[in-house]
């Protein structure tokens, strides 16, 4: 596999379910990201990890959190979400420097 | 405060025909990056360009051009002979200066394109 790899692709929860989105990518970078797109939204900037370690939180909600337990690998653990997490969540990397990122295909998430 | 703003939320073409995507961005750093994305309906971001604050140079790259101008903010993006598979959202995105990675981005709300056969 090559690039930036999510899943799963489409995902449907309800408010008191736990579950978790994966992003795998092959890039050899060293710099893992969420990101969330909502409809009617730009893409807003959820977690940055560099090296492992988490560099940036932006004022995200509990209910979502992060964990990176190498430089390949970014999870996204959910539990007791809202209708209005339902979005697009991409994840992406880069190198760290000052190159452009990669993203995912990202995963499509509904709370119902 | 960093600001990207995409005026243009939906643009459409009959196919052939050249468009123009305006991107207008806000900064008080004098050294950042510019990029534009693409998205097509499958999700992923697809990467297009990146520009350096300090290079004005315009670029083109096929049917692709991109104009820089400080003096305006602006970062505009045209494709030349728009073809039915250029449809698709596209984002222009400023990086955060403070950690100056790629990957720290702020984005604008998108232009969605449509190119009609």
């Known amino acids: 596999e090559t690039g930036v790899t999510q899943t799963p692709r489409h995902l449907v929860m309800g408010m008191t379910n736990k579950k978790s989105l994966k992003c795998e990518q092959h890039l050899g970078h060293n710099a893992m990201y969420w990101y969330k797109q909502s409809a009617k939204k730009p893409l807003e900037l959820m977690f940055v990890?560099?090296?492992?370690?988490?560099?940036e939180n932006n004022s995200v909600p509990s209910r979502f959190s992060p964990e990176c337990p190498n430089s390949s690998h970014l999870f996204l653990h959910l539990h007791t979400l809202q209708p209005e997490d339902s979005a697009l969540y991409l994840c992406?990397?880069?190198?760290?420097?000052?190159?452009?990122?990669?993203f995912g295909q990202g995963t499509r998430l509904t709370v119902v | 405060a960093q600001k990207v703003t995409q005026a243009q939320t939906e643009i459409s073409v009959v196919e052939k025909e050249d468009v123009t995507l305006d991107c207008v961005y806000e900064t008080r750093d004098t050294t950042y990056y510019l990029f534009w994305y693409k998205q097509p309906p499958s999700g992923e971001l697809v990467f297009l360009i990146r520009?350096?604050?300090?290079?004005?140079q315009n670029e083109i790259s096929g049917r692709y051009s991109w104009n820089f101008q400080k003096s305006t903010s602006s970062f505009n993006f045209t494709i030349t002979a728009s073809q039915v598979v250029d449809s698709a959202v596209y984002f222009c995105?400023?990086?955060?200066?403070?950690?100056?990675?790629?990957?720290?981005?702020?984005f604008g709300q998108g232009t969605e394109l449509s190119v009609k056969p």
């Open positions: 520009r350096n604050s300090f290079d004005e």
């Open positions: 990890y560099s090296l492992e370690e988490r560099v």
């Open positions: 995105a400023l990086s955060d200066p403070i950690y100056n990675q790629g990957g720290k981005l702020i």
């Open positions: 992406a990397s880069t190198d760290g420097t000052d190159t452009e990122a990669f």
